[in-house]
């Protein structure tokens, strides 16, 4: 997941854990709405664990977003699934850049973004728990 203020983008993993897909984003509302549409994408997909950016400063060190992000990991925590957060700090920068060179529009990166930012972060995850 790729946790926005606005937006939440989801990705996934084939079950081999070889490679990440963007999978969708969601809109942000109140947390409980939220909640409810992640439980739902859980159940539809079969998820069986969590990867949840976490943006940190270029130093390494934590940010209000980062514990942002942590708080809602732990609000996350009773779906019953692991959760690992996952150091996010160049996936936007990554696939916008990897859009603007593909040429895309910017009303089309502004819909893809999350959800692409999502998959590069669970990429991320993957090759590191699997090397």
């Known amino acids: 997941m790729d946790v926005g203020s606005k937006t939440i983008g ?18 942000r509302g109140k947390f409980s709405k ?3 549409k992640i439980a739902a994408f859980i159940s539809e997909q079969q998820v069986k664990g969590i990867v949840i950016g976490l943006p940190l400063n270029l130093d390494g060190s934590g940010s209000p977003r980062s514990q942002a992000s942590q708080a809602f990991a732990r609000n996350l925590a009773d779906l019953g699934l692991p959760i690992l957060l996952w150091d996010e700090r160049w996936s936007t920068q990554a696939v916008t850049r990897m859009m603007i060179d593909a040429d895309t529009s910017r009303a089309r ?10 998959s590069y972060i669970l990429q991320g995850a993957i090759d590191a728990l699997t090397a």
Not at 109 to 118: F, N, P, Q, Y
Request: with cysteine; hydrophobic share 55%.
């Open 10 to 27: 989801l990705a996934l993993c084939d079950a081999g854990w070889m490679i990440a897909s963007a999978a969708h984003t969601l809109s």
């Open 34 to 36: 939220d909640k409810a």
């Open 109 to 118: 990166r502004d819909e893809l973004v999350d959800k692409l930012a999502a």
